[in-house]
């Protein structure tokens, strides 16, 4: 019987396709192979209409329908839909982005099956039958008789010595392949697993527990070391004990397996699917199957796992929900801690964000009371650190360190104790100079200086990746007297070699990071004390708790108060709370030294207190005066292209389109971007904005469709919606 489906393609237009099908098994959810120009496409069916606006002889016919359950529910599409439509991106675009990369390729090869079981042959080896030496061959056969139907995902993580014995298990026709899930089982902690609570702790258990259920924001605010991670592990025990699944968002792939480490322990009969960028795309696609399929209950990842399908999901956790990498910065432009509230409120269960600096968009919401707000005031076991501003009028710093930092860390070197040196910017140097005639390093495709790695003897952009050999010479007037500005973690690390030469230096940024299996490494030196000095970016800033470091130095601080940025002041606010909340979380007190040209800021005064309810209720007074978000709501219209005039003229046209809606929107005229070229492309940008939300969304609406008719340009455009970036 030929029946009629709605497909989604990833292809940036926005609308959908229709296709007949003769396959009735093409159910909403299933992704079918579909024929498209000349290609063929794998997409995602999204209904099954009646009667279509496409002639009947010009509907194509799918060509094969690939799965027989559906991938995606009901529910699943439909927050789909909203993001598409809030964001106002394709829906295909949006659909297919949210599936594994192996999901949406056109692959012949045969289907990795989803778990493995013992054959009636199988069931009756023991392991004495098996060679004394073949470990890995007990250690799966020991798991087939504990776990009778064994994920695939098991064995993959078992490494490959484990997946080797698989394939010996199948030659001897041990073992079978199925698809069929073990059944959900309730799981209660063994006692005396779980530490005891604080008073805090224990009504932000109880809170968010009562809400299981029923859809409710809540804000867990909780200092650095206050134990909200506990507070998150209490709760999901209550969540498993009910048969229901938790979302765990975080925002880097570097959180993930100490989290991954800490969620495994607690629950160790509970299947954990981590889903980030770091994973194969087969890997991918078989965490993200267990997911969907209710095998893990427990699922741990970035942004992207906001859309990950859980059948019986019972609560999400939004951890450091503040981090601006919960916001796509390229392409279907989302907020994935926005999209989790939304989501939750889908679902009719509650949403928990965490974070000792929360956005001062979520901290209005709380403050306004429609999210609940549960604080955490106290540390465990430990005070918070001595906060101090270093005044670099009064001292000076050589190659970025200051008299009074290099005093302190001496100290701590002599007891024992391990410091950090924090920067945010990697590198040797962020400019070389001329001292002749001026001429600096900058970048032929960016507006940007090209940084000095000096150990490599490159210049390298961190916008677009150029990379060149550091010149002899200067290239405007030969002079050979070319001298590096500023500091970057490579001329600390250097500097610290110099004043402590018997010290164990470790720096821990990008470069540093970038071998797999080099953090984990590393956090396994930090904890055994193999470490005495640790400098690094803000890979180090937040979710790591190293007892034994007592020290946090901060250098260069002052350069995000000269930005333009009106989130500037609430992001450095934030980060200099994550870094210092590395400092003092064992059992010795903690000392924070921020060195700075200007210890009388008010943002510096509202560090040193530490009290972040008076710095946001000052940043909230500050954004309503002068009219920005959370009291405004905006769109940012991005155009890019070889020359800025091409750039500029298109969005001088969409200015003229959204003249001519009727609305409330504020469109402001057309400027250059901040850094107005990157990659050898030109970029603008012009700025909607509305009291409104809903008056923006309908104005978007309207005037998407106006841009996609504009006259043909050669520039690039993207609309970001509720943009973090200008």
């Not at 679902?347 to 429609?370: C, F, K, Q, W």
């Not at 389109?657 to 492309?681: I, K, Q």
């Amino acid at each position: 019987m030929t029946s009629l489906i709605r497909v989604a393609l990833d292809v940036p237009v926005a609308r959908l396709f229709d296709y007949r099908c003769d396959d009735s098994a093409a159910v909403i959810g299933a992704r079918v192979l579909v024929p498209f120009g000349r290609q063929r496409l794998i997409g995602l069916v999204v209904a099954q209409p009646e009667t279509s606006d496409v002639p009947e002889n010009k509907l194509r016919r799918a060509t094969a329908v690939l799965d027989r359950e559906p991938l995606l529910q009901r529910a699943d599409l439909k927050l789909l839909e909203f993001a598409a439509d809030y964001y106002v991106h394709p829906l295909g675009a949006v659909v297919m982005a949210t599936l594994p990369a192996a999901l949406r390729r056109v692959n012949t090869r045969a289907k990795t099956p989803g778990a493995w079981t013992l054959t009636e042959a199988g069931r009756t080896i023991t392991e004495d039958a098996l060679p004394p030496r073949a470990r890995a061959q007990r250690t799966l056969l020991g798991l087939l008789h504990e776990q009778p139907v064994l994920p695939q995902t098991s064995i993959t993580a078992a490494g490959a010595a484990t997946r080797k014995a698989l394939q010996a298990f199948i030659g001897e026709g041990w073992v079978t392949a199925t698809d069929a899930p073990p059944d959900a089982v309730a799981v209660a902690l063994p006692p005396g697993i779980a530490p005891q609570l604080t008073t805090d702790q224990s009504s932000a258990v109880a809170a968010i527990t009562a809400a299981l259920g029923c859809y409710q924001a809540l804000l867990l605010l909780g200092i650095t070391g206050s134990g909200k991670t506990e507070v998150y592990l209490h709760v999901m025990t209550t969540v498993l004990e009910r048969n229901r699944q938790v979302l765990l968002l975080v925002p880097e792939i570097a959180l993930t397996p100490q989290l991954e480490s800490l969620v495994i322990a607690r629950f160790p009969e509970v299947m954990v699917s981590t889903l980030h960028s770091g994973l194969a795309d087969g890997e991918r696609a078989e965490r993200w199957q267990a997911a969907h399929s209710g095998r893990a209950r427990i699922v741990l990842g970035t942004r992207l796992s906001v859309f990950t399908p859980l059948p019986d999901l019972g609560l999400i956790i939004v951890d450091e929900e503040h981090d601006s990498s919960f916001k796509q910065g390229e392409g279907f432009r989302y907020s994935a801690r926005d999209l989790a509230v939304v989501r939750a409120r889908h679902a009719g269960i509650p949403v928990v964000l965490g974070s000792a600096t929360p956005a001062l968009e979520t901290y209005r919401n709380a403050l306004d009371g429609r999210y609940q707000l549960l604080p955490l005031k106290n540390r465990i076991q430990a005070g918070l650190p001595a906060i101090h501003c270093v005044d670099l009028r009064q001292q000076k710093a050589e190659d970025g360190l200051s008299p009074t930092l290099v005093a302190a860390i001496g100290e701590r070197i002599a007891r024992n104790e391990q410091s950090m040196v924090f920067i945010n910017r990697r590198g040797y140097a962020p400019v070389l100079m001329c001292g002749s005639c001026g001429w600096m390093s900058d970048c032929d495709r960016c507006s940007a200086k090209l940084v000095l790695h000096l150990r490599d003897r490159r210049l390298r952009c961190h916008h677009c990746g150029h990379d060149s050999a550091v010149p002899t010479a200067c290239p405007e007037c030969g002079d050979a007297d070319l001298a590096p500005v500023g500091q970057g973690t490579q001329r600390i690390e250097a500097a610290l070699i110099r004043h402590f030469p018997q010290a164990r230096i470790l720096r821990i940024d990008r470069d540093t990071t970038r071998p797999k299996d080099a953090w984990p490494a590393m956090r396994n030196r930090i904890r055994e004390r193999d470490v005495d000095i640790l400098v690094g970016t803000q890979i180090l800033a937040k979710g790591h708790d190293f007892p034994h470091l007592n020290l946090v130095g901060v250098v260069n601080a002052d350069s995000m108060l000269y930005s333009n940025d009106f989130r500037a002041s609430e992001r450095l606010y934030a980060l200099l709370t994550q870094v210092s909340g590395r400092a003092g979380r064992g059992s010795l007190p903690g000392m924070v030294l921020v060195q700075t040209q200007f210890p009388d800021h008010p943002l510096y005064t509202a560090l040193r207190d530490q009290d972040f309810d008076a710095f946001a209720r000052t940043q909230l007074s500050e954004r309503q005066q002068a009219g920005f978000p959370p009291y405004v709501h905006q769109a940012l219209l991005r155009a890019e292209a070889r020359e800025l005039k091409t750039a500029l003229a298109f969005l001088e046209q969409a200015a003229q389109a959204a003249a001519g809606l009727d609305n409330g929107v504020t469109v402001y005229d057309p400027v250059p971007a901040n850094m107005m070229r990157r990659a050898g492309r030109e970029r603008a940008q012009l700025l909607v904005q509305t009291p409104s939300r809903a008056a923006l969304r309908s104005f978007l609406n309207a005037w998407r469709p106006l841009l996609a008719t504009t006259e043909s340009t050669p520039a690039r455009w993207s609309l970001d919606v509720d943009p973090l970036d200008f």
